[in-house]
Nanobody
């Protein structure tokens, strides 16, 4: 079965960096869009970034542009989210997701078919 396993979360100070990883297994993801979402306590899950596994095209939420970079390693079947210049408002649980043929709706959580268990990111001020 499909498994998405996130890692790399933790506690970091404002201005610091973290790299999240999402190891994907269980099928070929070449036709999938891989996304990162986050959910802070009491808030709805929100889109952070996405990458088309086949083309490498990337998409970012405004809050992530210029600070976060999404990438993939085909050989390792792993997607990364490099997060720099972190702010306290980035504190949330971060989730990796895989969606088949999301098209232009890569920003919508319901476009994704599979989800990881999440990894917690805490940015202290």
């Amino acid at each position: 079965q499909v498994q998405l396993v996130e890692s790399g979360g933790g506690l970091v100070q404002t201005g610091g960096s973290l790299r999240l990883s999402c190891a994907a297994s269980g099928r070929t993801f070449s036709r999938y869009t891989m996304g990162w979402f986050r959910q802070a306590p009491g808030k709805e899950r929100e889109f952070v970034a996405a990458i088309n596994w086949s083309t490498g095209s990337t998409y970012y939420a405004d809050s992530a542009k210029g600070r976060f970079t999404i990438s993939r390693d085909n050989a390792k079947n792993t997607v990364y989210l490099q997060m720099n210049s972190l702010k306290p408002e980035d504190t949330a649980d971060y989730y990796c997701a895989a969606g088949y043929a999301t098209g232009i709706y890569y920003w919508r959580a319901r476009s994704y078919d599979y989800w990881g268990q999440g990894t917690q990111v805490t940015v202290s001020s």
